[in-house]
């Protein structure tokens, strides 16, 4: 079988079908592997058996960010966890932790039928103008049901620190831009010190999934959400962050427009940002008064990970890419500094 560059580079064929055989229950060679995302996250491809059984198996990136971010242990760990919870995620199979079978850890789940909404085509086309309100209803739902899972009952307690969420992550980011900023940009050094002083009393932790939108999950037909995808930041503290992080990416058909990936949900009959924001406050009991705080600490955020890309870059990660190329990297930074500012003026 001629695989792409990415499979072969990603999976070695012969000691990855040896442990599929020897570790998942019912796999049987020869085994079909086909990528279907991946790039600064994890590399997710698609396993086909000869019974026609489907997987998926999930591994860090060839070229590895923060060793923390694609931790397949602690990915594995938190969709094990959930399989009996509320909680829609796929069925886990196995966990590979030996490198020499190939070159990274890696682990191995169910395939989830459904659809992955991205863009606009696949939204117009996927699902209708109801089952795009019933997706926004379903979204945040699910939110919810995440944040509502006793972390004790799933085994989770010991899952990470409980306390100082916000405090940590600001330490942690603030750390990565200036080991990574191409150039000094005194707004993100204002935001870390003016967040720093207003972060928010944290209430009992939760979950945090920490990069939760439409796109990371699967959606049926009929508006449902199937499963919750990429967990590779996962954490546990203040569920409030996963909501921010929400309405940054999310774009309503009445919203403001914003530069961020999320035009697909602008197409009629997704709901509106403040809509999002009220059903979860109304199905969790949660107050979200300082939901701004938690929009700019989000936008600060993704301006310290997109500069990281954007050195990267510059970096020649992409090979001989000119300067003036990666110049759209440099204004979305930017761009999230500059918006994160605003949220926080809001708060005023």
Avoid at 161 to 169: K, L, P, S, T, V
Avoid at 208 to 222: A, E, P
Avoid at 255 to 265: G, I, K
Avoid at 320 to 331: G, S, W, Y
Wanted: hydrophobic residues 40%; proline residues 4%; aromatic residues 8%.
């Amino acid at each position: 079988m001629v695989m792409s560059d990415t499979v072969s580079a990603g999976i070695n064929a012969p000691k990855v079908t040896a442990w599929l055989e020897q570790n998942i229950e019912g796999a049987t060679a020869p085994f079909k592997f086909s990528f279907i995302a991946g790039g600064h996250s994890n590399l997710t491809f698609s396993v086909h058996d000869a019974k026609q059984n489907h997987y998926v198996l999930r591994r860090p990136p060839l070229s590895h960010g923060l060793a923390s971010a694609h931790d397949m242990g602690r990915e594995h760990r938190m969709i094990s966890a959930l399989q009996n919870s509320t909680v829609p995620v796929p069925r886990a199979r196995g966990l590979c932790t030996d490198v020499e079978v190939n070159g990274a850890p890696f682990y191995v789940m169910d395939f989830v039928d459904g659809h992955v909404v991205r863009d606009i085509p696949t939204a117009e086309h996927a699902l209708t103008e109801q089952t795009r309100r019933l997706a926004s209803e379903s979204l945040v739902d699910t939110l919810a049901k995440i944040h509502g899972v006793d972390l004790a009952e799933v085994g989770l307690h010991d899952f990470s620190r409980h306390d100082g969420y916000i405090a940590r992550q600001l330490k942690r980011w603030y750390g990565q831009w200036n080991a990574q900023k191409t150039r000094e940009l005194p707004v993100v050094d204002r935001l870390h010190d003016e967040l720093s002083k207003r972060i928010p009393e944290q209430g009992p932790a939760t979950i945090v999934h920490g990069d939760y939108r439409l796109d990371n999950c699967i959606v049926s037909s009929t508006g449902e959400i199937q499963a919750v995808l990429d967990w590779e930041i996962c954490t546990l503290g203040d569920p409030l962050a996963d909501l921010g992080l929400l309405t940054v990416y999310w774009t309503g058909p009445n919203d403001q427009a914003s530069p961020w990936m999320s035009q697909y949900t602008t197409v009629k009959g997704f709901l509106d940002r403040g809509d999002l924001i009220a059903r979860y406050a109304a199905k969790t009991g949660r107050d979200i008064s300082n939901i701004e705080f938690y929009r700019a600490f989000a936008y600060w955020k993704l301006a310290c990970i997109i500069e990281g890309v954007y050195a990267r870059y510059l970096g020649g990660a992409l090979g001989e890419k000119q300067a003036a190329d990666l110049e759209p990297f440099k204004l979305q930074t930017e761009a999230a500094a500059n918006s994160a500012e605003e949220s926080l003026s809001r708060l005023n």
